[in-house]
């Protein structure tokens, strides 16, 4: 079993989040400054998004401190809708239950900013995250085409109403991960 640390996304974690994004998403990675910007509103009384990190002791003792980042997600928020900006595994953990564990998180602060629905897109080809949000209760709702790029790849939009119905217990969720769960820190919006 894996034991994975989660606590909120810093401005330290961009470059190995980066690292990690772009194995995972070569044609569509998000930039430095793209993570930056949504920082940027992570924190204070008037913030409207939320990061998260994944964090395993690393075995091979990497430089850094010991640990590594195999997860991470983030959500923004507006009025009474929240959408889901980006929410990525590493390879080695797929089937763990550390994707359900980040959306749940998610789907927490989408609570917390009072949000009465949560929106998100996925790309047509990634059935699998598809049904990860089907299992939350997200329902497909359209299309956008060409949405993600430069492969011109179309968009699955789904929704999902009432996030706080949604938000399974917190033991639940994870199958092969022990996630901490006193260890998502500095979230408060005064944070």
Known sequence: MTTAVLR?????DIEPVLELEKA?????AWSRGMFWSDLAHA????ATRRYFVAEQEDEEGAAGGGRRIIGYAGLAAAGDVADVQTIAVAREHWGTGLGAVLLT???RS????????????CRVDNVRAQKLYERF???????RRGYYQPGNVDA???????PAASVPARDSGAQDIDVQQNDVQGTESNG
């Open 43 to 46: 924190r204070g009384p008037e």
């Open 110 to 121: 989408a609570t917390a900013f009072e949000c009465a629905e949560v929106m998100l897109e």
């Open 156 to 162: 699955l939009v789904m929704r999902l109403r009432d």
């Open 8 to 12: 909120e996304m810093r401005w330290w």
């Open 24 to 28: 995972l998403f070569p044609e569509d």
């Open 105 to 107: 998180e998610l789907l």
């Open 137 to 143: 209760g997200f329902e497909p709702i359209g299309f």
